[in-house]
């Protein structure tokens, strides 16, 4: 069907073996035969070096759950099923032990490391030098991409500081010290995603085998979202927000949204695999009926209605639902509630849950699970690796639009042209002089669901307190096998009064790799 890329980025199993550091957090030690003297040899070296950047990308723990246990702590959602170890972040009771979290942190210095490897051997590789620029782009691109993800969830401008800074000038090391701001991270991935962009190609000028690489605009849309984060700290910050969001605006690879003037279907086609490089595209995990991300498969009701192999995780709240204002396409297309129609296996059904705790179901990745005879085709014949051939997004043109927005507002600007670029598509009555809560309902409504993060919007915008104070709720049907059952409102997550604004903005280090590293860990969760 598509991707025909996806494999050949993670064929390159003697090199992972072979140059990638172990699995303690800055053990750099070389595995194998291979070693640094007589591995960086050729253009081919080079070739796998990049690819093997990509590994982790598809990795359960990185980008399907993973990152995702700490957006589950928001207000848009619950677990879904009762899990001691996804309750120690809802409830802000980590002790640094546990599983779930335990492997984003060394996974991104394990690509970091990757990044660096190829920083310090490709530029003196005699090979093609277009070839070597873009694969020098990749590595800048996967090394902020990753520091990015460290930055905001781990690191603050205040009592804890930033995230160890690894370069190849340091790389080789005994021991890192955190800097004394996550803003050194933040100017750093700056500086890479610069260096990226000025590298690397527009993504249209890929060949089918190359799409999913990194690419310009990617660079210049983390670059803008990490001056986004940066702003919290610093207003200046804003104005590079709307600069870099206009460079992905007009950089040439013509960014739009899919917008086809028809609200009830264009939203929920841009989860649709035929999507997966549209318009929109900016930054997803490449994903197929062989690997990728699980999080379709993650979010699917728990056994798939005895048909696949669903985990039952994050289930919307009936606070999200009731954000959408009546008549928002967008609400359909992103929650199944009890009788709503959905196509499965082939077939219209009407939705019903033995399983969901709140009454309803993320429905933006289930286009892959409504077509006959799935199992191999959309869906991944694993149900322990449930993965689809629809990519999942992690960056989409909308954030681009809507973090220029969010920039303007806090410039006291108007961002009316940005949001209501959003709110058309949808079909929604455009907006006039709007405002911050404006911006907030916005993006709330158009990233449910995704990577885009609402539990560090949250955070950054100093809502979280006040949000985590109000218990969440669902619907229980009487009949949980009738789609046409009544219900009764239930409390589906306590109140969580004990969030403290100092403290949990950032997420516990695991313990294994502050210890391991030598860094302190972040203050004030023991």
């Not at 690191?155 to 004394?180: K, L």
Request: hydrophobic letters at 35%; a negative charge.
């Amino acid at each position: 069907m598509k991707h025909i890329n996806f494999n050949k980025y993670f064929t390159i199993i003697v090199f992972l073996l072979a140059v990638s550091c172990t699995d303690n957090f800055m053990d750099l030690t070389p595995k194998g035969s291979a070693t640094e003297g007589n591995y960086w040899q050729t253009g081919d070296d080079a070739v796998a070096g990049a690819n093997a950047m990509y590994y982790y990308m598809r990795d359960e723990d990185m980008f399907a759950r993973g990152f995702f246990w700490y957006i589950n702590a928001s207000d848009d959602m619950i677990t879904g099923r009762v899990n001691s170890n996804a309750d120690a972040a809802v409830y802000f009771r980590l002790s640094g032990d546990e599983g779930y979290y335990s492997w984003m942190y060394p996974q991104s210095f394990k690509i970091i490391r990757r990044a660096n490897d190829i920083l310090k051997h490709v530029p003196e590789l005699d090979m093609d030098e277009a070839l070597k620029n873009r694969i020098l782009g990749e590595a800048y691109f996967m090394r902020g991409f990753h520091y990015f993800w460290l930055a905001h969830t781990y690191g603050d401008n205040g009592q804890n500081g930033g995230i160890p800074i690894v370069t190849v000038d340091n790389m080789y090391e005994n021991s890192f010290t955190r800097p004394a701001s996550v803003i050194e991270n933040y100017q750093q991935i700056i500086d890479d995603m610069e260096k990226a962009a000025e590298l690397l190609p527009l993504f249209t000028t890929y060949a089918n085998e190359d799409k999913g690489r990194a690419h310009k605009d990617a660079a210049l849309a983390y670059a803008a979202k990490t001056y986004l984060y940066w702003a919290q700290y610093d207003d200046s910050k804003w104005e590079k927000v709307i600069e870099y969001c206009d460079k992905v605006t007009n950089s040439g690879s013509g960014r739009a949204l899919l917008d086809t003037d028809n609200p009830e279907e264009d939203f929920a086609n841009v989860f649709t695999y035929q999507q997966d490089f549209g318009p929109e595209y900016i930054w997803s995990v490449v994903s197929g009926t062989d690997d990728g991300s699980k999080l379709p498969g993650v979010l699917l009701e728990n056994k798939g209605w005895g048909d696949y192999n669903g985990w039952g995780y994050y289930q919307p709240t009936l606070e999200l639902y009731d954000a959408f204002e009546e008549g928002d396409p967008r609400r359909t297309a992103t929650i199944l509630e009890f009788g709503q129609e959905f196509k499965w296996f082939g077939e219209i059904r009407r939705y019903s849950s033995q399983n969901s705790q709140s009454g309803f179901q993320f429905n933006k990745y289930m286009d892959a699970y409504g077509y006959a005879n799935p199992v191999g085709v959309t869906i991944n014949p694993n149900g322990d690796n449930p993965t689809t051939v629809a990519d999942v997004p992690l960056l989409r043109y909308a954030e681009i639009l809507l973090m220029k927005a969010e920039a303007k507002l806090m410039l006291g600007q108007n961002g009316d042209a940005e949001i209501n670029a959003v709110r058309e598509r949808a079909g929604m009555p455009a907006l006039s002089n709007a405002t911050m809560a404006d911006l907030k309902h916005e993006r709330r409504v158009e990233f449910a669901g995704e990577f885009a993060n609402r539990h560090f919007d949250l955070v950054r915008w100093g809502d979280a307190d006040k949000a985590y104070e109000q218990s969440l709720h669902g619907r229980q049907h009487f009949d949980k096998t009738n789609p046409d059952s009544d219900y009764e409102i239930i409390e589906v997550r306590a109140a969580r009064p004990q969030f403290d604004p100092n403290i949990h903005h950032v997420w516990l280090i695991p313990n294994d790799d502050v210890a391991i590293s030598g860094i302190e860990q972040n203050k004030g969760w023991n």
